[in-house]
């Protein structure tokens, strides 16, 4: 049997094409193909298709069947707008903070003065400089290496939004951890190797639920599981938590404040924990959402609180 699927602009109502090539297994990914052909402009990752103008966007592999279709239907099609790769945004967003506070830590005279590179630097100024590059560092490498993305691309507004916050905060917080007046924190190296200490400790925990999470998922899938603790100590924190990275990268960022003791470190601190805690409730939902056997105990974010 051939259906013939009318694809109809979810915004405007005005009929773009009409695909006459499909059978009752086409998936809505053969949809995009044959879309494609008719309108080259939207290649598949642009495209977005819904059962009604507003409704929720079909997955690639929903046959035209399982959408209750029969020889004939109408798709609402939605533009997504032009796509980059994640691998290519998350490089952007973490190799320009790198770059900026290096460039900040060597104080150049056209920000600080001719005489600021020559003045001494207070040892915790390297020490936060250090933990600014290996945190960076990770997440480059957890990009390339790490990371599976469930989706190819995201809208490429989003290299610009996203770096600006985190360029943003780069600027921020290096020109004032960086300064030639900047003041060490207020109880010396207890404060300063303490929050060193769990500044690490946080770093390796995250790492750890990001390979974790990456384990989850073969190479190639969009395979979805429930996270469960392995004998990786880490790890364990998901029988209280959906999102340990999360967790682990706030508890990075909270000793960081606490070691430089500066205030627009803090600013950055709240704000990032503001925004995971967003995406940690919406992935908390999503996994109770999805699989019927979540563990309830869970909290989103924080042990027992949030």
């Known amino acids: 049997m051939v259906y013939e699927i009318r694809v109809t602009d979810a915004k405007t109502s005005n009929v773009l094409a009409t695909i006459a090539t499909l059978s009752p297994t086409s998936t ?39 959408l209750g279709m029969k020889s004939s239907g109408e798709l609402f099609f939605k533009d997504l707008g032009p796509q980059v790769g994640w691998t290519t945004v998350f490089l952007t967003e973490y190799a320009g903070p790198l770059a900026i506070y290096l460039g900040f830590y060597s104080r150049p005279a056209i920000i600080y003065g001719a005489e600021a590179a020559l003045q001494p630097k207070a040892f ?12 960076y560092a990770k997440r480059l490498f957890e990009t390339v290496f790490v990371h599976r993305f469930s989706h190819a691309t995201m809208p490429i507004f989003n290299i610009f939004k996203n770096s600006m916050y985190y360029w943003g ?47 989850l998922r073969p190479a190639g899938s969009k395979v979805r599981r429930i996270p ?8 364990w924190l998901f029988t209280l938590v959906s999102c340990p990275n999360y967790t682990y990268e706030a508890l990075a960022w909270v000793s960081f404040t606490v070691m430089t003791q500066c205030l627009p470190v803090g600013l950055f601190t709240l704000a990032g924990f503001g925004q995971m805690t967003a995406w940690a409730f919406g992935k908390h939902r999503n996994y109770r959402k999805e699989f019927k056997d979540y563990p309830r105990g869970r909290k989103p974010i924080l042990p027992f609180l949030l």
Do not use: M
């Open 28 to 66: 809505i990914a053969d949809v995009k193909r044959a879309f494609e052909r008719i309108r080259s402009k939207y290649y598949p990752e642009r495209q977005s298709f819904r059962t009604e103008p507003r409704g929720k966007s079909l997955k690639d592999d929903q046959t035209l069947e399982s």
């Open 124 to 135: 915790v100024v390297d020490i936060a400089a250090a933990c600014w590059t290996f945190h």
């Open 169 to 215: 905060f780069a600027v921020f917080v290096a020109y004032f951890v960086n300064h030639p007046l900047y003041t060490p924190a207020a109880f010396g190296n207890l404060q300063i190797y303490g929050s060193l200490a769990a500044f690490v400790f946080a770093e390796l925990g995250n790492l750890s639920i990001h390979l974790a999470l990456r384990n």
């Open 228 to 235: 469960y603790p392995s004998a990786n100590p880490f790890t």
